[in-house]
């Protein structure tokens, strides 16, 4: 991405991605929404990214770097929606309750869009803690490529990932 710093947004190529308007989004003035989940210390984050990339209409990217104004939720970087000329990425603040400490997961977006997104992003964050969250049964895959593809279905279609030659359900059972 363009300005100080070296950030950088890793796509795929399924996804519709503006490549010259979000060269620049990080630019663009931040809209900061926090969702009301927490994790704490030894959480794993890998079930919310794979609920993010199953619900979220353009999946989710890494944004790994540095720079100013770039506030991620982990050193590396972090991950990322897009929307068009929008991107909103995963922040967090830190936190103590009568449990101990813990850091309560954030959106912030940039682009015309960034306020939705953002918004968009948090509220299904919300979904993922009340359904599945770090306490529900790990999901299992199933796959199929080719003809076999179209026979594939999932109980929840929130959870099946189409790719041009092959399908991946996800089997995710709720914890309510």
């Given at each position: 991405m363009?300005?100080e710093?070296?950030?950088?947004?890793?796509?795929?190529s399924?996804?519709d991605v503006?490549r010259d308007?979000?060269?620049?989004a990080?630019?663009?003035?931040?809209v900061k929404?926090?969702?009301?989940v927490k994790f704490?210390?030894?959480?794993?984050?890998?079930?919310?990214y794979?609920?993010?990339a199953?619900?979220l209409?353009n999946?989710?990217?890494r944004m790994?770097g540095?720079?100013?104004g770039?506030?991620?939720?982990?050193?590396?970087?972090?991950?990322?929606?897009l929307d068009?000329?929008?991107l909103?990425?995963?922040?967090?603040r830190?936190?103590?309750?009568?449990?101990?400490?813990?850091?309560?997961?954030?959106?912030?977006?940039?682009g015309?869009?960034?306020?939705?997104?953002?918004?968009?992003?948090?509220?299904?964050?919300?979904?993922?803690?009340r359904?599945?969250?770090?306490?529900?049964?790990?999901?299992s895959f199933?796959?199929?490529?080719?003809e076999?593809?179209?026979?594939?279905a999932?109980?929840?279609?929130?959870f099946?990932?189409?790719?041009?030659y092959?399908?991946?359900?996800?089997d995710?059972p709720?914890?309510?």
């Amino acid at each position: 991405m363009a300005g100080e710093g070296n950030v950088r947004l890793e796509t795929f190529s399924e996804q519709d991605v503006d490549r010259d308007a979000l060269h620049t989004a990080l630019d663009q003035p931040q809209v900061k929404v926090y969702s009301g989940v927490k994790f704490r210390q030894g959480d794993p984050w890998q079930w919310l990214y794979l609920y993010l990339a199953c619900v979220l209409p353009n999946g989710l990217s890494r944004m790994p770097g540095s720079r100013p104004g770039f506030t991620p939720h982990f050193g590396w970087g972090s991950m990322a929606a897009l929307d068009g000329d929008t991107l909103a990425y995963l922040t967090v603040r830190e936190g103590e309750d009568e449990q101990g400490r813990f850091w309560e997961i954030g959106v912030i977006g940039h682009g015309p869009h960034a306020t939705e997104l953002a918004d968009q992003v948090s509220t299904e964050i919300g979904e993922w803690d009340r359904g599945w969250s770090n306490n529900a049964p790990e999901p299992s895959f199933r796959m199929a490529v080719g003809e076999a593809r179209d026979q594939l279905a999932a109980a929840d279609s929130r959870f099946v990932i189409d790719k041009t030659y092959s399908r991946l359900v996800v089997d995710w059972p709720r914890t309510s």
